[in-house]
């Protein structure tokens, strides 16, 4: 069974743990510093923020609080979708290591394909961001590169030019909404798959169907979310900034759903939607 300390091999060696603690939509401040600490005490060494979410600076401020080393961390930001571009991609970088306060990064990832600003010529803006994040993980200030909300025609739009292929494709997965092609396109390029928004931004608590696997299983629904995803082979990144609830979200390691109650989250289709087209997104 697998268990908290587990980790997953990125494809350059380096090990992620397989869960973290999402920081999306945490108001920057006290808040997130709270947050964050807490996820900490409680466990959680793997961190994701991101550029657009405005709290880097709170998240680095609860990691020197935390007392931690930073060796045993490890911290996602992604870059956002203004500041797509080789020299625009490398001046975000430092303004985003200097508000967390750190040396190096674990995990960079382009945080949408198509931003509204590149919309005309985003394949040559990906390819200019990803040419600065290879030369700051050649350099030594980032340990790994990946993408969040690529689907495969962009990952192959991608590939023409890098040198260096993602390591990491972080997406919307939840109940009912397992992107399976782009999942399967991952993995067949060995890169690890990240599920945010593991449970579905609230709507799954009012879904019968995971209400009675609750009940069965002595569990919350949001256990049985991350629990799920654990075994579908994801690396779900639950976030919340109640403290019962981060710590309860990391509560997962001494169960085991069926193989038949796995598949059968999964084919909730729909129940909380599905991920939006990352073409027509209006940011």
Not at 30 to 53: F, K, L, P, S
Not at 222 to 251: D, F, H, M
Not at 255 to 271: H, R
């Amino acid at each position: 069974m697998i268990s908290q300390k587990d980790t997953y091999k990125l494809a350059n060696g380096v090990e992620i743990p397989c869960l973290g603690f999402g920081t999306w939509q945490t108001p920057d401040g006290e808040t997130a510093v709270r947050a964050v600490r807490c996820a900490i005490d409680a466990g959680y060494t793997h961190i994701d923020t991101a550029q657009a979410y405005g709290n880097e600076a709170s998240v680095g401020k609860a990691i020197r609080q935390s007392g931690v080393p930073r060796k045993d961390l490890f911290i996602t930001t992604k870059l956002w979708n203004t500041n797509h571009s080789y020299e625009l991609t490398l001046r975000s970088f430092e303004e985003s290591m200097d508000k967390l306060g750190l040396d190096y990064l674990d995990l960079f990832l382009i945080h949408w394909p198509n931003p509204i600003s590149f919309r005309d010529r985003w394949e040559q803006a990906n390819a200019e961001s990803w040419k600065a994040m290879e030369e700051l993980a050649d350099a030594g200030r980032i340990r790994a590169i990946g993408v969040s909300n690529f689907l495969p025609r962009h990952l192959e739009a991608l590939a023409k030019t890098a040198k260096i292929a993602p390591q990491v494709n972080q997406i919307r997965l939840c109940p009912g909404d397992t992107q399976d092609e782009t999942v399967a396109y991952c993995r067949e390029r060995q890169m690890i798959v990240e599920a945010y928004s593991p449970l579905g931004t609230g709507r799954i608590f009012d879904v019968p169907e995971m209400q009675a696997l609750a009940k069965k299983y002595g569990r919350s629904i949001a256990q049985i979310c991350v629990r799920w995803s654990l075994q579908r082979g994801y690396l779900p990144l639950p976030k919340s900034v109640t403290p019962s609830r981060i710590e309860e979200n990391l509560r997962v390691f001494d169960f085991a759903l069926t193989e038949e109650d796995v598949q059968k989250i999964a084919d909730l289709k729909g129940c909380v939607g599905y991920a939006s087209d990352p073409d027509s997104r209006p940011f």
